[in-house]
């Protein structure tokens, strides 16, 4: 069955250091591949997405992540975490090429150490 | 440009009671989907419709309808409302097509809280 699993529930990091954000799939044909964030009270926004081509892809507020088909992963990275990247962070697949649903994964919640 | 607009924004409801969701995107999209979001469980997909007058279910469909009588709006109603029903509702939106596309980029709206006694 297709799935994604996020392994890390909580995350608490010092602004200014890095982070990566684990995100693992289960997907039988070519995966198409999104995250997500969601700011508390608020709806998600699309961070950056992977549907073929270069496995190395950059999103918006200086994310990027990494499609990795050999570990199934495809893991959300940030050089230099700022306060407000604060969140909860979604990784998804669509499960349905034909209908376009999504599949997510359990979310991370990041918190930011000043 | 409002994008994607659910209404109401909080609810509280009594077991037993009912109500409707409305989900509205000026975007032209023709896929509109049904999610909602619970502790630990991230988004699950309730119904969705691929088109003006079609709905399908998704993964959680029990204590759910919908219906997609107009392009642009997207029901999702609860006939007797029950508190295992208590979640955030999430309404999104695409242009939808076959295989990896920005067209399969999904537009979310900001959430409906509902909580059932």
């Known amino acids: 069955a297709q799935s994604v699993t996020q392994p890390d529930i909580h995350i608490t990091v010092s602004e200014g250091a890095s982070l990566e954000l684990r995100c693992n799939y289960s997907?039988?044909?070519?995966?198409?591949l999104f995250w997500y964030v969601q700011s508390p009270g608020q709806g998600l926004q699309l961070l950056l997405k992977y549907f073929s081509g270069d496995t190395l892809v950059q999103g918006i507020k200086g994310f990027e992540a990494e499609f990795k088909r050999s570990q199934s992963s495809f893991n959300l990275r940030k050089p230099s975490v700022h306060w407000s990247d604060a969140a909860e962070y979604f990784c998804a697949v669509i499960g349905s090429s034909n209908t376009g649903k999504l599949i997510f994964g359990q979310g991370t919640t990041l918190q930011v150490k000043p | 440009n409002a994008g994607v607009t659910q209404t109401p924004k909080f609810r509280v409801l009594k077991t037993g009671q009912s109500m409707t969701l409305l989900c509205a995107q000026d975007?032209?999209?023709?896929?509109m989907y049904w999610y909602r979001q619970d502790p630990g469980m991230g988004l699950r997909l309730i119904h969705y419709?691929?088109?003006?007058?079609?709905?399908a279910k998704g993964e959680v469909p029990d204590g759910y309808n919908v219906s997609r009588l107009k392009k642009q709006n997207f029901l999702l109603g609860l006939e007797s409302a029950a508190p295992s029903q208590t979640s955030v509702y999430f309404c999104?939106?695409?242009?939808?097509?076959?295989?990896?596309?920005?067209?399969?980029?999904?537009?979310f709206g900001a959430g409906t809280r509902l909580s059932v006694l």
């Open positions: 999104a939106s695409s242009y939808g097509t076959t295989g990896g596309s920005a067209k399969n980029i999904q537009y």
């Open positions: 975007m032209n999209h023709e896929y």
């Open positions: 997907y039988g044909a070519t995966p198409y």
């Open positions: 419709s691929v088109g003006e007058g079609t709905t």
